[in-house]
Protein backbone atom coordinates (compact mmCIF):
# COMPACT_ATOMS: atom_id res chain seq x y z
CA UNK A 1 0.00 0.00 0.00
CA UNK A 2 1.73 3.16 -0.88
CA UNK A 3 0.38 6.72 1.53
CA UNK A 4 1.41 9.61 0.76
CA UNK A 5 1.21 12.26 3.53
CA UNK A 6 0.90 15.93 3.17
CA UNK A 7 1.96 18.71 5.26
CA UNK A 8 2.64 21.84 5.83
CA UNK A 9 5.89 21.10 8.70
CA UNK A 10 8.18 18.47 8.52
CA UNK A 11 11.49 17.92 10.13
CA UNK A 12 13.70 20.01 10.77
CA UNK A 13 11.02 22.91 10.27
CA UNK A 14 8.42 21.87 12.78
CA UNK A 15 6.69 24.28 14.87
CA UNK A 16 3.61 23.22 16.71
CA UNK A 17 2.34 19.80 17.66
CA UNK A 18 0.59 18.78 13.90
CA UNK A 19 4.09 18.65 12.83
CA UNK A 20 5.49 16.79 15.94
CA UNK A 21 2.82 14.35 14.79
CA UNK A 22 3.34 13.98 11.17
CA UNK A 23 7.31 13.66 12.05
CA UNK A 24 6.53 10.75 14.65
CA UNK A 25 3.55 8.99 12.78
CA UNK A 26 5.84 8.93 9.66
CA UNK A 27 8.68 7.80 11.29
CA UNK A 28 6.78 4.26 12.65
CA UNK A 29 4.47 3.82 9.33
CA UNK A 30 7.47 3.82 7.05
CA UNK A 31 8.34 0.33 7.66
CA UNK A 32 4.15 -0.75 7.71
CA UNK A 33 3.68 0.94 4.12
CA UNK A 34 5.51 2.35 1.02
CA UNK A 35 5.42 5.89 2.88
CA UNK A 36 6.01 9.35 0.79
CA UNK A 37 5.96 12.62 2.55
CA UNK A 38 5.12 16.02 0.98
CA UNK A 39 5.68 19.09 2.66
CA UNK A 40 6.29 22.86 2.50
CA UNK A 41 9.71 24.67 2.57
CA UNK A 42 13.13 24.10 1.48
CA UNK A 43 14.76 20.75 0.10
CA UNK A 44 15.00 18.47 2.58
CA UNK A 45 16.97 14.52 3.11
CA UNK A 46 14.86 12.73 0.76
CA UNK A 47 14.69 9.65 3.21
CA UNK A 48 13.30 9.98 6.40
CA UNK A 49 13.36 6.94 8.76
CA UNK A 50 13.07 5.12 5.11
CA UNK A 51 9.82 7.57 4.04
CA UNK A 52 10.44 9.25 0.94
CA UNK A 53 10.46 13.27 1.18
CA UNK A 54 9.83 15.64 -1.60
CA UNK A 55 9.41 19.32 -0.42
CA UNK A 56 7.66 22.47 -2.52
CA UNK A 57 8.54 25.95 -1.94
CA UNK A 58 6.35 28.73 -2.64
CA UNK A 59 5.68 29.32 -6.18
CA UNK A 60 7.82 31.88 -7.00
CA UNK A 61 4.98 34.21 -8.49
CA UNK A 62 3.32 34.22 -5.30
CA UNK A 63 6.05 35.68 -3.20
CA UNK A 64 4.03 39.03 -2.30
CA UNK A 65 0.66 37.42 -2.32
CA UNK A 66 -1.70 36.56 1.34
CA UNK A 67 -0.70 33.73 3.06
CA UNK A 68 -3.84 31.63 2.27
CA UNK A 69 -3.16 31.97 -1.57
CA UNK A 70 0.80 30.98 -0.84
CA UNK A 71 -0.26 27.91 0.50
CA UNK A 72 -2.89 27.12 -2.25
CA UNK A 73 -0.07 27.34 -5.10
CA UNK A 74 1.83 25.48 -2.91
CA UNK A 75 -0.87 22.68 -2.73
CA UNK A 76 -1.45 22.51 -6.55
CA UNK A 77 2.49 21.80 -6.90
CA UNK A 78 2.26 19.15 -4.98
CA UNK A 79 -0.41 17.25 -7.08
CA UNK A 80 1.75 15.82 -9.33
CA UNK A 81 3.99 14.38 -6.52
CA UNK A 82 0.69 12.43 -5.61
CA UNK A 83 0.25 10.54 -8.76
CA UNK A 84 0.39 6.44 -8.17
CA UNK A 85 -0.82 7.21 -4.85
CA UNK A 86 -3.50 4.21 -3.12
CA UNK A 87 -4.29 7.20 -0.43
CA UNK A 88 -3.48 10.36 0.96
CA UNK A 89 -3.09 11.70 4.38
CA UNK A 90 -3.66 15.23 4.65
CA UNK A 91 -2.86 17.24 7.94
CA UNK A 92 -3.79 20.89 9.19
CA UNK A 93 -5.71 23.17 6.46
CA UNK A 94 -2.30 23.64 4.83
CA UNK A 95 -2.09 20.75 3.36
CA UNK A 96 -5.86 19.73 3.22
CA UNK A 97 -6.15 21.48 -0.85
CA UNK A 98 -3.90 19.14 -1.82
CA UNK A 99 -4.86 16.14 -0.23
CA UNK A 100 -9.02 17.14 -1.57
CA UNK A 101 -7.94 17.85 -5.02
CA UNK A 102 -5.36 14.90 -5.40
CA UNK A 103 -8.29 12.42 -4.33
CA UNK A 104 -10.48 14.25 -7.19
CA UNK A 105 -7.69 14.04 -9.87
CA UNK A 106 -6.27 10.49 -9.04
CA UNK A 107 -9.93 8.68 -7.80
CA UNK A 108 -7.77 7.42 -4.63
CA UNK A 109 -9.14 8.02 -0.73
CA UNK A 110 -8.36 11.26 1.57
CA UNK A 111 -8.12 10.84 4.70
CA UNK A 112 -7.41 14.27 6.85
CA UNK A 113 -6.01 14.47 10.79
CA UNK A 114 -7.82 17.42 12.54
CA UNK A 115 -5.57 19.02 14.63
CA UNK A 116 -7.29 22.17 15.05
CA UNK A 117 -10.28 23.99 13.35
CA UNK A 118 -10.19 27.35 11.61
CA UNK A 119 -14.06 28.03 13.03
CA UNK A 120 -12.49 27.78 16.86
CA UNK A 121 -9.75 30.00 15.80
CA UNK A 122 -11.60 33.51 14.70
CA UNK A 123 -8.18 35.41 15.55
CA UNK A 124 -6.84 34.02 12.74
CA UNK A 125 -8.57 36.71 10.76
CA UNK A 126 -5.75 39.28 12.36
CA UNK A 127 -3.13 37.16 10.76
CA UNK A 128 -4.63 36.33 7.42
CA UNK A 129 -7.17 38.93 7.08
CA UNK A 130 -9.42 37.53 4.24
CA UNK A 131 -6.93 34.55 3.83
CA UNK A 132 -8.95 33.48 7.14
CA UNK A 133 -11.88 33.31 5.14
CA UNK A 134 -10.11 31.07 2.38
CA UNK A 135 -8.64 28.61 5.28
CA UNK A 136 -12.11 28.53 6.26
CA UNK A 137 -13.39 27.15 2.83
CA UNK A 138 -10.74 24.96 2.20
CA UNK A 139 -11.08 23.10 5.72
CA UNK A 140 -14.68 22.95 5.31
CA UNK A 141 -14.69 21.80 1.75
CA UNK A 142 -12.01 18.85 2.67
CA UNK A 143 -13.96 18.24 5.70
CA UNK A 144 -17.11 17.69 3.72
CA UNK A 145 -15.75 15.48 1.09
CA UNK A 146 -12.83 12.95 3.03
CA UNK A 147 -13.15 9.43 3.31
CA UNK A 148 -12.65 9.71 6.45
CA UNK A 149 -11.46 11.76 9.34
CA UNK A 150 -9.26 11.67 12.32
CA UNK A 151 -9.49 13.83 15.21
CA UNK A 152 -6.92 13.51 17.94
CA UNK A 153 -9.17 13.46 21.05
CA UNK A 154 -13.09 12.95 21.72
CA UNK A 155 -13.28 16.80 22.46
CA UNK A 156 -11.83 17.41 18.85
CA UNK A 157 -14.06 14.84 17.65
CA UNK A 158 -17.08 16.69 19.12
CA UNK A 159 -15.80 20.01 17.90
CA UNK A 160 -15.37 19.10 14.61
CA UNK A 161 -19.20 17.88 14.56
CA UNK A 162 -20.37 21.00 16.03
CA UNK A 163 -18.33 22.86 13.58
CA UNK A 164 -19.39 20.93 10.56
CA UNK A 165 -22.84 19.54 10.89
CA UNK A 166 -22.68 18.29 7.40
CA UNK A 167 -20.01 15.70 8.39
CA UNK A 168 -21.50 12.15 8.62
CA UNK A 169 -20.33 11.51 12.53
CA UNK A 170 -19.49 7.54 11.42
CA UNK A 171 -16.23 9.01 9.27
CA UNK A 172 -14.54 11.00 11.93
CA UNK A 173 -12.25 8.30 13.72
CA UNK A 174 -10.59 9.48 17.07
CA UNK A 175 -6.90 8.34 17.35
CA UNK A 176 -4.73 10.24 20.22
CA UNK A 177 -1.52 11.93 19.55
CA UNK A 178 1.57 9.83 20.73
CA UNK A 179 4.68 10.77 22.10
CA UNK A 180 8.13 8.49 21.98
CA UNK A 181 8.90 8.06 25.95
CA UNK A 182 12.64 7.12 24.26
CA UNK A 183 13.21 10.56 23.28
CA UNK A 184 11.41 12.32 25.58
CA UNK A 185 12.56 11.56 29.36
CA UNK A 186 13.55 13.26 32.72
CA UNK A 187 16.79 14.78 32.23
CA UNK A 188 18.47 16.97 35.02
CA UNK A 189 21.38 19.38 34.30
CA UNK A 190 21.58 22.16 36.84
CA UNK A 191 24.49 23.39 34.59
CA UNK A 192 22.66 23.45 31.38
CA UNK A 193 19.77 25.33 33.01
CA UNK A 194 22.10 28.04 34.56
CA UNK A 195 23.37 28.89 31.04
CA UNK A 196 20.03 29.20 30.36
CA UNK A 197 19.42 31.72 33.39
CA UNK A 198 17.46 29.53 35.37
CA UNK A 199 17.94 28.80 38.80
CA UNK A 200 17.83 24.96 39.06
CA UNK A 201 17.54 25.38 43.29
CA UNK A 202 14.06 27.17 43.05
CA UNK A 203 11.01 26.34 42.16
CA UNK A 204 9.54 26.99 38.55
CA UNK A 205 6.88 27.07 36.33
CA UNK A 206 7.85 26.45 32.95
CA UNK A 207 5.58 27.37 29.58
CA UNK A 208 6.60 25.92 26.31
CA UNK A 209 4.63 27.34 23.27
CA UNK A 210 3.71 29.83 20.15
CA UNK A 211 2.21 32.91 21.54
CA UNK A 212 -0.90 32.84 19.67
CA UNK A 213 -4.24 33.54 21.59
CA UNK A 214 -5.18 29.39 22.07
CA UNK A 215 -2.29 29.09 24.28
CA UNK A 216 -3.40 31.69 26.49
CA UNK A 217 -0.22 33.48 27.42
CA UNK A 218 -1.56 36.64 28.83
CA UNK A 219 -4.01 34.53 31.26
CA UNK A 220 -0.70 32.80 32.70
CA UNK A 221 1.04 35.98 32.92
CA UNK A 222 -1.65 37.56 34.85
CA UNK A 223 -1.86 34.16 37.49
CA UNK A 224 2.12 34.78 37.64
CA UNK A 225 1.68 37.77 39.49
CA UNK A 226 -0.44 35.20 41.98
CA UNK A 227 1.78 32.99 42.97
CA UNK A 228 4.43 33.05 45.83
CA UNK A 229 7.53 35.21 45.50
CA UNK A 230 10.26 32.30 45.36
CA UNK A 231 8.79 30.87 42.17
CA UNK A 232 10.39 31.58 39.15
CA UNK A 233 8.63 31.41 35.49
CA UNK A 234 10.10 29.49 32.65
CA UNK A 235 8.49 30.94 29.46
CA UNK A 236 10.07 29.11 26.28
CA UNK A 237 8.02 31.47 24.17
CA UNK A 238 7.76 31.56 20.62
CA UNK A 239 7.24 34.50 18.25
CA UNK A 240 3.58 36.32 18.84
CA UNK A 241 1.09 35.69 15.81
CA UNK A 242 0.35 39.65 15.88
CA UNK A 243 1.95 42.85 16.55
CA UNK A 244 -0.96 43.59 18.95
CA UNK A 245 -0.68 39.84 20.85
CA UNK A 246 3.69 40.38 20.60
CA UNK A 247 2.75 44.56 22.62
CA UNK A 248 -0.08 43.08 25.47
CA UNK A 249 2.67 39.70 26.12
CA UNK A 250 5.75 42.50 26.67
CA UNK A 251 3.45 44.65 28.71
CA UNK A 252 2.86 41.99 30.94
CA UNK A 253 6.29 40.57 31.26
CA UNK A 254 7.37 43.85 31.95
CA UNK A 255 4.83 44.04 34.98
CA UNK A 256 5.63 41.21 36.19
CA UNK A 257 9.54 41.94 36.25
CA UNK A 258 8.99 44.76 38.10
CA UNK A 259 7.02 43.52 40.62
CA UNK A 260 8.77 39.89 40.92
CA UNK A 261 12.63 38.18 40.57
CA UNK A 262 13.01 35.46 38.34
CA UNK A 263 10.77 35.53 35.21
CA UNK A 264 13.05 33.84 32.56
CA UNK A 265 11.83 34.19 28.87
CA UNK A 266 13.51 32.06 25.76
CA UNK A 267 12.40 33.63 22.71
CA UNK A 268 14.10 30.86 20.51
CA UNK A 269 13.45 27.48 19.70
CA UNK A 270 15.50 25.24 21.82
CA UNK A 271 16.52 21.93 20.86
CA UNK A 272 14.68 18.74 22.29
CA UNK A 273 18.34 18.29 24.61
CA UNK A 274 17.24 21.52 26.27
CA UNK A 275 13.95 22.06 26.02
CA UNK A 276 13.83 17.76 27.67
CA UNK A 277 16.56 19.63 30.89
CA UNK A 278 14.23 22.43 31.04
CA UNK A 279 10.96 20.54 31.17
CA UNK A 280 12.69 17.88 33.55
CA UNK A 281 13.27 20.52 36.38
CA UNK A 282 10.17 22.53 36.25
CA UNK A 283 8.47 21.68 39.49
CA UNK A 284 5.41 22.28 37.31
CA UNK A 285 4.50 22.89 33.69
CA UNK A 286 1.56 25.13 33.02
CA UNK A 287 -0.87 24.75 29.60
CA UNK A 288 -3.53 27.74 30.08
CA UNK A 289 -4.92 26.93 26.50
CA UNK A 290 -8.11 28.03 26.12
CA UNK A 291 -8.30 25.59 22.64
CA UNK A 292 -6.45 22.49 22.61
CA UNK A 293 -7.41 20.09 20.50
CA UNK A 294 -5.15 17.64 22.83
CA UNK A 295 -1.89 19.58 23.67
CA UNK A 296 1.22 17.25 22.78
CA UNK A 297 3.01 19.92 24.94
CA UNK A 298 1.54 18.08 28.14
CA UNK A 299 2.81 14.80 26.62
CA UNK A 300 5.89 15.89 26.46
CA UNK A 301 6.09 17.42 29.76
CA UNK A 302 4.84 14.49 31.46
CA UNK A 303 6.89 11.77 29.29
CA UNK A 304 9.68 14.10 31.28
CA UNK A 305 8.72 13.05 34.69
CA UNK A 306 6.41 16.76 35.29
CA UNK A 307 3.30 17.21 37.10
CA UNK A 308 0.90 19.49 34.63
CA UNK A 309 -1.38 21.94 35.47
CA UNK A 310 -3.69 22.84 32.78
CA UNK A 311 -7.18 23.95 31.48
CA UNK A 312 -9.50 21.91 31.04
CA UNK A 313 -10.74 22.47 27.57
CA UNK A 314 -10.56 20.59 24.21
CA UNK A 315 -8.26 16.86 24.61
CA UNK A 316 -6.61 18.22 27.78
CA UNK A 317 -8.65 15.95 29.94
CA UNK A 318 -7.81 12.65 27.64
CA UNK A 319 -4.27 13.49 28.29
CA UNK A 320 -3.98 15.20 31.80
CA UNK A 321 -5.76 12.74 34.55
CA UNK A 322 -6.90 15.35 37.43
CA UNK A 323 -5.43 14.62 40.68
CA UNK A 324 -3.09 12.17 39.20
CA UNK A 325 -0.74 13.42 36.73
CA UNK A 326 -1.48 16.92 37.57
CA UNK A 327 -4.36 19.51 38.41
CA UNK A 328 -7.11 20.72 35.58
CA UNK A 329 -8.32 23.99 36.00
CA UNK A 330 -12.03 24.54 35.15
CA UNK A 331 -12.64 26.67 32.16
CA UNK A 332 -16.23 28.05 31.21
CA UNK A 333 -16.29 29.43 27.89
CA UNK A 334 -17.93 31.77 25.72
CA UNK A 335 -19.70 30.10 23.06
CA UNK A 336 -18.81 32.43 20.16
CA UNK A 337 -15.80 30.30 18.61
CA UNK A 338 -12.81 32.46 20.48
CA UNK A 339 -12.44 30.49 23.27
CA UNK A 340 -12.62 33.25 25.49
CA UNK A 341 -13.73 32.39 29.18
CA UNK A 342 -16.86 33.22 30.79
CA UNK A 343 -14.91 35.20 33.90
CA UNK A 344 -11.43 35.46 32.80
CA UNK A 345 -10.67 36.88 36.53
CA UNK A 346 -11.76 33.86 37.96
CA UNK A 347 -9.87 31.87 35.53
CA UNK A 348 -6.69 33.64 36.33
CA UNK A 349 -7.50 33.43 40.25
CA UNK A 350 -7.89 29.49 39.64
CA UNK A 351 -4.66 28.91 37.29
CA UNK A 352 -2.87 30.60 40.11
CA UNK A 353 -4.12 28.67 43.09
CA UNK A 354 -3.47 25.27 41.28
CA UNK A 355 0.17 26.42 40.11
CA UNK A 356 0.17 27.13 44.12
CA UNK A 357 -0.96 23.86 45.26
CA UNK A 358 1.68 21.62 43.64
CA UNK A 359 4.47 24.46 44.05
CA UNK A 360 3.84 24.68 47.77
CA UNK A 361 3.82 20.42 47.59
CA UNK A 362 7.12 19.42 45.51
CA UNK A 363 7.12 15.96 46.75
CA UNK A 364 3.01 15.76 45.27
CA UNK A 365 4.51 17.52 42.31
CA UNK A 366 6.94 14.73 41.79
CA UNK A 367 4.41 11.68 42.71
CA UNK A 368 2.35 13.48 39.68
CA UNK A 369 5.38 13.78 37.09
CA UNK A 370 6.07 9.92 37.63
CA UNK A 371 2.61 9.39 37.31
CA UNK A 372 2.91 11.10 34.60
CA UNK A 373 5.15 9.62 33.01
CA UNK A 374 4.09 6.58 33.15
CA UNK A 375 0.59 7.10 31.52
CA UNK A 376 2.38 8.66 28.39
CA UNK A 377 4.11 5.33 28.33
CA UNK A 378 1.27 2.91 29.07
CA UNK A 379 -1.03 5.30 26.77
CA UNK A 380 0.12 7.59 23.92
CA UNK A 381 2.99 5.19 22.27
CA UNK A 382 3.37 6.05 19.03
CA UNK A 383 3.60 2.17 17.55
CA UNK A 384 -0.18 2.31 19.00
CA UNK A 385 -1.17 4.98 16.93
CA UNK A 386 0.39 4.02 13.84
CA UNK A 387 -1.81 0.66 13.83
CA UNK A 388 -4.69 2.32 14.67
CA UNK A 389 -4.36 4.74 11.73
CA UNK A 390 -3.66 1.63 9.42
CA UNK A 391 -6.76 0.38 10.15
CA UNK A 392 -8.38 3.84 9.74
CA UNK A 393 -6.73 3.82 6.20
CA UNK A 394 -7.90 -0.13 5.21
CA UNK A 395 -11.65 1.11 6.03
CA UNK A 396 -11.75 3.31 3.26
CA UNK A 397 -9.51 1.08 0.71
CA UNK A 398 -11.08 -0.32 -1.99
Request: overall charge negative.
Amino acid sequence: MRVDIVSKEFPPDIYGGAGVHVAELSRVLASRADLRVHCFGAPREADYHGARVQAYPVPANLGAANPAVQTLGTDLDMLQGLDGTDLIHSHTWYANMAGHLGSLLYGVPHVLSAHSLEPLRPWKSEQLGGGYALSSWVEKTAYDAASAIIAVSEGMRKDILRAYPEVTPGKVRVVHNGIDTEAWHPDEDPDGLRALGIDPDAPSVVFVGRNTRQKGVPYLLRAAALLPPEVQLVLCLGAADTPELAAETAALIGELRSSRTGVVVIERMLPRTELIKVLSSATVFACPSIYEPLGIVNLEAMACGTAVVASATGGIPEVVDDGVTGLLVPLEQVQDGTGTPLDPEKFVRDFAAAVTVLVSDPDRARQMGKAGRRRAADHFSWDAIAEATLQVYRSVLP
